[in-house]
């Protein structure tokens, strides 16, 4: 069992910026693909960002240019740095690990970001 912490959610203005957080309790971080997922009142999750164990990334089109996802092995937590955040990026923000075999996957309990004049 992998427990994820997430942090780093908050009230930011448009055109702001936060960094996400989530800290991985498995001892093997580096056998995970990580991502980070959204999902918005009344509207399905939806994926945002993915860094696979060899740290290729992919973004959903909306963030691109935007967002950072990046890893940090040793500390055994992923990233997202959100800049020009927009109100359409409000959001409960869940990390994801899912075991390079694709057999084990886990969600952290979410964080809320508010992007609000």
């Known amino acids: 069992q992998v427990q994820l912490v997430e942090s780093g959610g908050g009230l930011v203005q448009p055109g702001g910026s936060l960094r996400l957080s989530c800290a991985a309790s498995?001892?093997?971080?580096?056998?995970?693909?990580m991502g980070w997922y959204r999902q918005a009142p009344g509207k399905q999750r939806e994926l945002v960002a993915t860094?696979?164990?060899?740290?290729?990334?992919v973004y959903t089109d909306s963030v691109k240019g935007r967002f950072t996802i990046s890893r940090d092995n040793a500390k055994k937590t992923v990233y997202l740095q959100m800049n020009s955040l927009e109100p359409e990026d409000t959001a409960v923000y869940y990390c994801?690990?899912?075991?390079?075999?694709?057999?084990?996957?886990?969600w952290g309990q979410g964080t809320q970001v508010t992007v609000s004049s």
């Open positions: 860094v696979a164990s060899g740290s290729r990334t």
């Open positions: 994801n690990a899912r075991h390079i075999s694709g057999v084990y996957t886990y």
């Open positions: 498995t001892s093997i971080f580096s056998f995970y693909d």
